[in-house]
């Protein structure tokens, strides 16, 4: 059961995936104790919604990838612990959202399997990793420019891709996770989506997203297998990936299946501290 | 400046951009405002106001405007197609 959340939906009133956001939240406010938050109301009446949201745990329901409930929650400053996507949602279930706004058989259908989902997996509990320690002691060069320091690992055992994602790779398995460049550009980062266990994960796919009040980053896979365990600690601490992206802030490790082949697409630190230098001096000049 | 290798291979050669369906965007701009790259050009005046100008600077594997865009009008190339397509050319390369 999905209880003792504060509900903040995007209430969009002129969109299908908008109506099916506030749809959600009543249904979910009505069979347990969950109190929802009105995005409209909490413009005036902020204290109401700051102690709502300070005693509960927060369920952000964003209609579209607008993600301005989460936007919102950014904005107050409110900790969200678990968000989902109306037409992410739609989309993994194969539901066709169209523009009417009373809800149909599809919208109804759709609410409902949202509910169970959100059920079952509250009921589960996410399997997490067991172990959290550092494969390796990382070893940093740093670059700075302005304010900004950046460490990049120059063991041999990390490798990069040039979309700023690192693996390191221990026999045959890989932490993966996202560099300094990335968590210097997002700035204060609130969300972490996990990886589901056991996916496959094709070389250069999508594993798990993290989300700044600033902006959205999917992790890039630099390496291909399954996901055999994820973070669970960023999943309430996503700051951590600030603090340091590599030793506390990893996304995941993934079983590797082709990592010769993957290797060939890969860069070592040497090839990555150049171009990450560039990439910075071309956004600060 | 923009990248001009991708891996070692021409950026020219790597088809990597994202396509818009007009049926959908509404040009809300989001997609411009968030990508630095300068992919898209905004044609205030013209009928079609946005297009995607510099194909080539867009980053090969990147979609993060495809996760921004509300109506969900930007689509990007098979990501395994364009890893395999990218060995190969590699493959050819270091041959020839
Ligand atoms: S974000 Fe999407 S809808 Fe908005 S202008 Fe870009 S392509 Fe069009
Ligand atoms: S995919 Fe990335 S680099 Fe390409 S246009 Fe979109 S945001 Fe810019």
Redesign the pocket.
């Known amino acids: 059961m999905v209880e003792n959340y504060a509900i903040l939906p995007c209430n969009g009133l002129d969109k299908c995936a908008g109506v099916i956001s506030r749809e959600l939240a009543i249904r979910l406010c009505e069979n347990a104790k969950n109190e929802i938050i009105c995005p409209v109301y909490y413009r005036v009446a902020e204290a109401k919604y700051n102690k709502i949201a300070g005693g509960h745990s927060l369920l952000v329901i964003d209609g579209c990838q607008t993600r301005c409930a989460s936007k919102l929650a950014a904005e107050k400053n409110l900790k969200i612990s678990q968000k989902l996507t109306i037409t992410e949602e739609a989309k993994n279930h194969n539901i066709e959202l169209k523009s009417n706004l009373r809800l149909l058989e599809n919208e109804n259908a759709l609410i409902e399997i949202i509910l169970s989902d959100l059920n079952n997996a509250q009921d589960q509990g996410r399997r997490s990793s067991v172990e959290t320690s550092s494969l390796i002691n990382f070893e940093y060069e740093t670059y700075q420019n302005s304010k900004f320091i950046f460490r990049v690992p120059k063991n041999p055992e990390v490798y990069f891709n040039e979309n700023d994602c690192w693996a390191c790779v221990v026999g045959n398995r890989a932490r993966i996770g996202v560099t300094d460049f990335v968590q210097q550009n997002l700035s204060d980062i609130l969300y972490f989506t996990p990886p589901e266990i056991d996916a496959e994960i094709d070389q250069f796919g999508e594993v798990g997203e993290i989300e700044s009040s600033k902006s959205v980053f999917e992790l890039i896979s630099p390496v291909s297998g399954k996901v055999i365990s994820i973070n669970e600690t960023l999943v309430q601490k996503p700051e951590l990936i600030n603090e340091n992206p590599y030793e506390l802030g990893w996304f995941a490790e993934i079983g590797l299946t082709d990592f010769e082949s993957d290797k060939e697409l890969l860069i070592g630190f040497d090839k990555y501290f150049e171009i990450m230098k560039t990439k910075v001096e071309e956004i600060n000049g | 400046m923009s990248e001009t290798t991708f891996m070692g291979v021409e950026r020219d050669k790597i088809d ?3 396509a818009i369906d007009y049926t959908k965007c509404d040009y809300c701009m989001e ?1 411009v405002k ?4 300068k ?2 050009e905004v044609r205030e005046t013209e009928d079609i106001k946005l297009i ?1 100008r510099n194909p080539n ?3 090969v594997f ?5 996760k921004i865009c509300g109506p969900d009008a ?1 689509s ?1 190339p098979d990501k395994n197609a364009t890893s395999q397509r990218i060995r190969e050319i590699r493959k050819e390369e270091s041959n020839g």
Request: charged share 10%; net charge positive; aromatic share 20%.
């Open positions: 990597w951009k994202p997609c968030f990508c630095s790259h992919v898209f995607v600077n867009c980053v990147c979609r993060a405007c495809s930007l990007f």
